[in-house]
C-alpha cells in the first residue's frame, strides 16, 4: 500500500512540475492517459531515485560535504532527465526540454513530494 500512495504521490509532484514549469510537458490526449502518464512516470520517477539517487550519495559524499548538499540539486535534476530518458524508451509522452527545466522541476517535485507526505502517515504506528 505504502507503494501505490508514494507513486500517486510522485504523480502529483511531477504534475505540479508539468503545470509550473515551462519546458516540462505531457502531451497525451485525454484526462485518463494523462493520468496513466503521471502515475507511469511517478513510478519511473520512485525507482529512479530508490536505485540510483543511494550509489550516487554514496559515491559523491564528499561532493556533498563540499558544497552543503547543493550538489543534490544538480543529481535531482540529472534523475529526472534520466526519468525522461527511461520514459521515452517506453514511448511515453512526458518530455523535458533540458537541464534548466529539470532543475527546476526537480526542486518542484522535491517541495511538493515533502509537501504530501508530511499529510501522510509514515507507517511506524506505536
Known amino acids: 500500500m505504502s507503494l501505490i ?4 504521490v510522485n504523480a502529483l509532484a511531477l504534475w505540479a ?3 509550473l514549469i515551462d519546458g516540462i510537458d505531457v502531451t497525451a ?13 511517478g513510478a519511473i520517477f520512485g525507482v529512479v531515485n530508490a536505485i540510483i539517487k543511494p550509489i550516487v550519495k554514496a559515491v559523491g559524499c564528499l561532493f556533498y560535504a563540499l558544497t552543503l548538499g547543493l550538489i543534490g540539486l544538480v543529481v535531482n535534476a540529472l534523475l529526472l532527465m534520466l526519468t525522461n ?5 517506453f514511448t511515453l509522452p512526458f518530455h523535458i ?17 515533502w509537501l504530501l507526505s508530511m499529510f501522510l502517515p509514515d507507517g511506524q504506528d506505536d
Open 5 to 8: 500512495i508514494r507513486v500517486i
Open 17 to 19: 512540475a508539468v503545470f
Open 29 to 41: 490526449q485525454t484526462t485518463a492517459g494523462q493520468i496513466g502518464v503521471y502515475l507511469a512516470v
Open 85 to 89: 530518458w527511461i520514459a521515452s524508451l
Open 97 to 113: 526540454e533540458g537541464f534548466w527545466p529539470a532543475f527546476w522541476g526537480a526542486i518542484v517535485v522535491t517541495i511538493v513530494s
